[in-house]
């Protein structure tokens, strides 16, 4: 998937488009071996087994259909680095839904309706090769503070 001849958004454009696709074993294609991943809550992944472990959860539907919105793309080519802000909405309807434990689904619903969603960061390294070897996901809080979707459906 990555290539040092493809510019450093295109790339992310395309990791992210795997990420909306459920597309596992595609977002994992642009991790180098070695990759580091923090999602942001302390905990350090490291090597494409472990960051595969700790994104399979979201792909099998345990938080319901994911999909992630980018308003801001910050590209330096020269330090192959990228950032980018976006909004990460959750649909909980349907048969990806039923996948969310019932506690967290019923929270879901009374406090925010069938669709949500929060807002974050991710900062991606990159190596000559054009191989992600960092992803730092921030936000300024513990929990995302979820709120009501208000935009149709995808």
């Given at each position: 998937m990555t290539s040092p001849q493809l510019g450093l958004a295109t790339v992310v454009d395309d990791f992210v488009a795997a990420f909306n696709d459920n597309d596992l074993d595609r977002v994992m294609s642009f991790f180098a071996d070695d990759a580091e991943y923090r999602p942001g809550d302390g905990a350090v992944h490291r090597g494409r087994a472990a960051i595969r472990a700790e994104l399979a959860p979201q792909f099998a539907g345990r938080y319901g259909v994911m999909r992630f919105?980018?308003?801001?793309?910050?590209?330096?080519?020269?330090?192959?680095?990228?950032?980018?802000?976006?909004?990460?909405?959750?649909?909980?309807?349907?048969?990806?839904?039923?996948?969310?434990?019932?506690?967290?689904?019923?929270?879901?619903?009374?406090?925010?309706?069938?669709?949500?969603?929060?807002?974050?960061?991710?900062?991606?390294?990159f190596d000559a090769?054009?191989?992600?070897?960092?992803?730092?996901?921030?936000?300024?809080?513990?929990?995302?503070?979820?709120?009501r979707d208000p935009e149709p459906a995808w």
């Open positions: 919105d980018v308003y801001d793309q910050l590209v330096d080519e020269p330090r192959r680095r990228v950032a980018i802000r976006w909004a990460c909405r959750i649909d909980i309807t349907g048969a990806r839904g039923r996948s969310v434990p019932a506690g967290l689904r019923l929270l879901g619903r009374l406090r925010y309706g069938t669709r949500m969603r929060w807002h974050g960061m991710d900062v991606f390294h090769a054009g191989a992600m070897v960092g992803k730092y996901s921030y936000a300024n809080f513990r929990i995302p503070p979820m709120e």
